[in-house]
């Protein structure tokens, strides 16, 4: 009993850390060859499942990746193991350099699975630290040198919720204005630590895993090399319970869902009939799909960034 509450009184503790390091990408040339590289992996990932990757590679202008990597100058950032349960867990810490009074706090879900999709030091997801937020993200538990293995939406999701007292910690966040966004299977994760009583102001997720069911309908794959490695007792139960489709009613806080119109990776109709459940669940939540766009929404990625910090900034507290 002992052990366990000490357990708990652990668990958000930063355990180790160290600055990022530089923009990875020295010049507008080596950016370019980095997104081409992962346009054609993406590709081929959709050719080898059946789909098609419709949506055109979107390319920052020589001027805008080089305000881009001038940003990055106004941020720091910081990989950090902490404690979650009694396992060492990988996360990222961005937050305003210079920054006077606290802060409010967006929580990052990543999508993906073990390496990929992980969290990189410089993604896009940082240049919310450029408006005033601190960003918190986790690999979750097994990823990047952590410890322990994910489940896919099974225990990995205290992963999550060990990140308010681990935000706690720093000093530096309002913890009247916490807010959380995924992105895929981050959507899930999302959900699911709302599910468990994660208190936040509001929600944000897109291209959402939110009915496993029939992503694995449109995507066995995921169920044969994916789900049934790494959930315990896989099966439809499993699903189910991993499944914001199947319990609406258990989102509580205002939730904005995105989705791209051409996403191969998950079935933009989930997300409608997602919508459409938290609609007769009597929710408080807003629907942006964008025609023709990927996964990430890569065309119209500011304008999603946009969307997501005014959502935000709606359900700030003064």
């Known amino acids: 009993m002992w052990a366990a509450a000490l357990l708990f009184l652990m668990s958000g503790t930063v355990v180790e850390q160290q600055p990022c390091g530089p923009y990875p990408l020295a010049t507008y040339d080596a950016y370019v060859d980095s997104a081409k590289s992962a346009y054609a992996e993406e590709v081929e990932a959709a050719r080898r499942e059946g789909h098609r990757q419709t949506t055109p590679l979107t390319l920052l202008t020589?001027?805008?990746?080089?305000?881009?990597?001038?940003?990055?100058?106004?941020?720091?950032?910081?990989?950090?193991?902490?404690?979650?349960?009694?396992?060492?867990?990988v996360a990222y810490i961005w937050q305003?350099?210079?920054?006077?009074?606290?802060?409010?706090?967006?929580?990052?879900?990543?999508?993906?699975?073990?390496e990929f999709g992980k969290v990189v030091p410089w993604q896009s997801v940082w240049?919310?630290?450029?408006?005033?937020?601190?960003?918190?993200?986790?690999q979750y538990r097994g990823n990047d040198g952590g410890e322990g293995k994910e489940e896919f939406g099974g225990a990995d999701v205290h992963d999550v919720l060990n990140l308010i007292p681990l935000a706690e910690s720093l000093g530096t966040v309002d913890m009247r204005n916490v807010f959380l966004l995924g992105w895929s299977r981050g959507g899930m994760q999302t959900a699911l630590a709302l599910k468990q009583g994660m208190k936040v102001n509001a929600a944000a997720v897109g291209g959402a895993l939110t009915d496993l069911s029939s992503e694995l309908a449109?995507?066995?794959?995921?169920g044969t090399n994916v789900w049934s490695k790494l959930m315990p007792n896989y099966g439809n139960a499993a699903l189910r319970e991993r499944s914001a489709i199947n319990w609406p009613d258990r989102i509580r806080v205002?939730?904005?869902?995105m989705h791209g119109g051409a996403d191969w990776r998950v079935d933009p109709m989930e997300t409608l009939r997602f919508a459409e459940a938290l609609q007769k669940a009597g929710a408080t939540y807003e629907l942006v799909v964008y025609a023709g766009d990927d996964h990430g929404v890569t065309m119209n990625k500011d304008d999603s960034v946009r969307r997501i910090e005014q959502w935000f900034r709606r359900y700030m507290v003064k």
């Open 62 to 89: 020589n001027e805008q990746f080089a305000q881009r990597k001038k940003e990055a100058e106004r941020v720091d950032c910081r990989r950090v193991k902490y404690l979650s349960d009694d396992l060492k867990v």
């Open 218 to 222: 449109s995507r066995p794959n995921l």
């Open 127 to 138: 240049r919310y630290a450029l408006d005033g937020f601190v960003v918190i993200a986790s």
């Open 96 to 114: 305003p350099k210079g920054a006077s009074g606290k802060l409010p706090l967006i929580i990052f879900n990543r999508g993906g699975n073990q």
């Open 254 to 257: 205002p939730l904005l869902l």
